[in-house]
């Protein structure tokens, strides 16, 4: 069975950061294609980032600059790093995996695999 769990979340004041790390167990790990996304309340969902198996990553415009992506596969587990935090950051974020596509996509219907989120709020 697979599962993937978020964590790291947390309440921090604007421009402060943080780093969310996801674990997908269950999937043959190494160079997995894996996407965050985040959704604020009343708002659709939203690819920020997502890393490729062969590690290329593509960012959403509203973070690039302020937002990593990584993994580290002896630990399988992927990080985002979040700096320079703004209010419009708050949102569930959510980790996603697929083994059935190679490439880097923040299209939701992609993934097969999600986590139940963990939360950021960034009060200004």
Do not use: H
């Not at 421009?15 to 996801?22: E, I, N, Q, Y």
């Not at 959704?39 to 198996?53: D, L, M, T, Y």
């Not at 708050?90 to 989120?117: D, E, H, I, K, L």
């Amino acid at each position: 069975q697979v599962q993937v769990v978020e964590s790291g979340g947390g309440l921090v004041q604007a421009g402060g950061s943080l780093r969310l790390s996801c674990t997908a167990i269950g999937l043959s790990y190494d160079d997995l294609p894996m996407g965050w996304f985040r959704q604020a309340p009343g708002k659709e969902r939203e690819g920020v980032s997502c890393i490729s198996w062969n590690g290329s990553t593509y960012y959403a415009d509203s973070v690039k600059g302020r937002f990593t992506i990584s993994r580290d596969n002896a630990k399988n587990t992927l990080y985002l790093q979040i700096n320079s935090l703004k209010p419009e950051d708050t949102a569930m974020y959510y980790c996603a995996a697929t083994p059935y596509y190679s490439g880097c996509s923040t299209v939701p219907g992609t993934y097969n695999y999600w986590g139940q989120g963990t939360q950021v709020t960034v009060s200004s």
